[in-house]
């Protein structure tokens, strides 16, 4: 049973666009939500991650939007340009003794030049 | 410095072959992971080390063995591998066994023939 649910699988945005990757939880328990950037080839890079008791993060061009009664968090790329095209996960974490990292399944993000 | 190095970057090995990977980071933390990453999927976690000592054992095959000689070194050591364990092997660090964040090293590029 996957318990963090990440969408669209792929995107395809133009120069200086908005990118919006979304995430669903299904444990309460899970206090931790980051985003991770992966080039090909290369380990995941941590971008962001936000906690429940806020509902935006913002750092640069990347912000976390997060809804705690919907269970989703989203990340958002403002001006999007072709460096950031990658693999991006959403993860959760907290849950549990071992507070490990419950992983989304990627989203491939192209963005056009 | 938030960096976490992986040697090597490549390796093709037989199946009869014995070989190590190794992780070292040098930001005082004091958890350790391995991952394994198979190609457009998450990290798998397999196993993490907490203060030097295995913690958390995926129910991964014997044939991968870790160990911890120190708090800034991990290895991994492979044995009689199978074509399908051929994956992008990750290590991650963080700050202590409850701390969420985690850095990951650039990887090993694993290919068992």
């Known amino acids: 049973q996957q318990q963090v649910k990440q969408s669209p699988q792929s995107l395809i945005v133009q120069k200086g666009g908005i990118s919006i990757i979304n995430c669903a939880y299904e444990n309460t328990a899970f206090d931790y939500f980051p985003w991770y950037q992966q080039f090909p080839g290369k380990g995941p890079a941590l971008l962001i991650a936000?906690?429940?008791d806020v509902s935006e993060k913002k750092e640069g061009r990347f912000t976390i939007s997060f809804n705690k009664s919907a269970k989703q968090f989203s990340l958002h790329i403002m001006d999007s340009q072709p460096g950031d095209s990658a693999t991006y996960f959403c993860a959760a974490g907290g849950a549990g003794n071992n507070r490990k990292l419950i992983w989304g399944l990627g989203t491939s993000l192209a963005v056009n030049p | 410095d938030t960096e976490v190095t992986q040697t090597p970057k490549h390796l093709v090995m037989g199946m009869t072959n014995k070989k190590s990977l190794k992780c070292e980071q040098h930001?005082?933390?004091?958890?350790m992971y391995w991952y394994k990453q198979k190609a457009k999927k998450p990290p798998e976690l397999m196993f993490v080390y907490s203060y030097e000592k295995l913690s958390i054992n995926e129910s991964v095959p014997s044939r991968f063995s870790p160990e911890c000689p120190n708090s800034s070194l991990l290895n991994l050591h492979l044995h009689a591998l199978q074509p399908e364990d051929s994956a992008l092997y990750l290590c991650?660090?963080?700050?202590?066994?409850?701390?969420?964040?985690?850095?990951f090293g650039p990887g090993t590029r694993l290919t068992v023939l």
């Open positions: 936000i906690r429940p």
């Open positions: 991650a660090s963080s700050l202590g066994p409850n701390t969420d964040t985690q850095y």
């Open positions: 930001m005082g933390h004091r958890a």
